[in-house]
């Protein structure tokens, strides 16, 4: 694995055997709008709101645009090395509503159960580690989704407690100590 400078749309962030990771741009728009209204997304992250390009261009420009500004990480869209198919997303998060970094992954439902969200979401930790020099991270996951749970167990993170991101949305909290 390795981490590249990321001071430019579209630039490598992480590289693995099989994947690259990358910093979503505007042109993405089209893959975030058929990612964020995937079913599982809707049910087990939520509505973003995401009806048409225009509000998935929106979607880009205030999250992960934002953040890769801000903070020079964020969500990175995630591409298969052998096609360049776009295929899901996975990155860091610093939410206002939580203390600690987070780490988020959503995939296209093609391209799930083929390894590809661990060896992401590991790529993501080294990066997190080595890289930007984070020394813990938390994941926060639905308490329906098993199949995320699962993951973030296998990769190290461990169940902290229950956490309400607002009245009607309590979520697991776990995390992860380098």
């Not at 880009?60 to 899901?88: H, N, Q, S």
């Not at 639905?142 to 990769?155: F, M, Q, R, T």
């Amino acid at each position: 694995m390795q981490a590249a400078a990321a001071d430019t749309p579209h630039a490598t962030v992480i590289d693995t055997a099989r994947l690259v990771l990358r910093r979503l741009h505007e042109s993405d728009a089209e893959f975030i709008y058929e990612l964020v209204n995937d079913p599982d997304w809707l049910r087990n992250i939520g509505d973003k709101g995401v009806r048409n390009l225009d509000d998935a261009r929106g979607y880009l420009r205030k999250g992960p645009l934002d953040m890769y500004a801000r903070l020079g990480f964020g969500l990175w869209c995630v591409e298969t090395k052998d096609t360049g198919a776009r295929i899901g997303m996975c990155g860091l998060i610093k939410r206002d509503s939580l203390e600690d970094v987070d780490i988020g992954f959503a995939f296209l439902p093609a391209y799930r159960a083929q390894g590809y969200a661990r060896e992401a979401a590991q790529a993501t930790l080294a990066h997190a580690r080595d890289a930007l020099g984070l020394r813990r991270l938390v994941a926060i996951v639905s308490p329906h989704n098993a199949d995320s749970a699962k993951l973030l167990g296998k990769i190290g993170f461990g169940f902290e407690r229950k956490l309400a991101l607002s009245a009607d949305d309590e979520v697991d909290l776990l995390a992860i100590d380098f």
